[in-house]
């Protein structure tokens, strides 16, 4: 049986595109061996690594507005204290051990006080997600064993290196897709452009070792919170995952072998 893996980068609510992604694989019938993923990525990897279908993960990011905890607190003159999401967090994730989770999950954070990166694959689940989803400047950092760690996508925002040694077919779903644009007019737009440019910069190597990658285009005009477009969102990804397993001779060659 071919191992297949998944990389699921980070990207705020555009995470969602990834539980899309997922549904359109588990439906044409390809199962996953090992996920990675960072921040948003990681959020959506661990509900499937635990055994809940993405449909209904959209349903939680929806019900919940799980996201909420990357939004800035209007007003706020402090760092927000993400670890308010545990009690949420609780109650999808209650044994709360990355290794008894029913898939093998990977999830890259940046270990802030040493400036190198991590890959949790065992421990507490809750906080290493919390510590991958910890947007610096905006969150206080997680503290891990007396270290400070914030969100993984600072140093690696589509950690496919884990799956590269675990796998034999890697599947990759990205979710900041730039269209080119002629102008811009809102310094809001031009930051938020420039932060998903820094993101996506070593995007073009990384989807060189993916066998297949899923990127809805323009997928990264999205903003980061934008929670009214969740739904816009998974239903884009799950299209295009569609059509990529449609017109992919690779994916129709494993989809025969399995």
Request: glycine share 8%.
């Amino acid at each position: 049986m071919t191992k297949i893996g998944i990389v699921l980068s980070g990207g705020g609510i555009r995470g969602i595109a990834h539980l899309g992604v997922l549904k359109a694989f588990i439906n044409a019938g390809i199962t996953f061996s090992h996920i990675s993923g960072t921040s948003a990525g990681s959020i959506a990897g661990a509900f499937y690594a635990a055994g809940i279908d993405p449909e209904e993960g959209l349903n939680i990011f929806i019900k919940t507005k799980l996201l909420r905890f990357i939004r800035p607190a209007v007003g706020s003159l402090g760092l927000i204290n993400i670890e308010h999401t545990s009690n949420l967090l609780k109650e999808y994730f209650p044994d709360n051990k990355i290794e008894n989770l029913k898939i093998p999950l990977t999830i890259a954070a940046t270990n802030f006080s040493e400036g190198k990166l991590v890959y949790f694959t065992k421990g507490p689940l809750i906080s290493a997600i919390q510590a991958s989803s910890c947007i610096p400047g905006i969150f206080r950092p997680i503290m891990i064993d007396n270290q400070m760690y914030v969100d993984g996508g600072i140093l690696n925002n589509f950690p496919v290196e884990p799956l590269l040694n675990n796998c034999d077919f890697i599947i990759g779903s990205s979710c900041n897709h730039l269209k080119p644009v002629q102008s811009i007019t809102k310094i809001t737009s031009l930051m938020a452009r420039a932060g998903v440019m820094s993101i996506n910069k070593d995007m073009e190597q990384k989807a060189a070792f993916c066998n297949v990658l899923v990127e809805p285009k323009g997928m990264g005009e999205i903003s980061t919170f934008d929670m009214k477009k969740a739904e816009t969102i998974y239903w884009l990804a799950y299209e295009e995952t569609l059509k990529t397993i449609k017109n992919n001779e690779q994916l129709k060659e494993l989809l025969n072998k399995n």
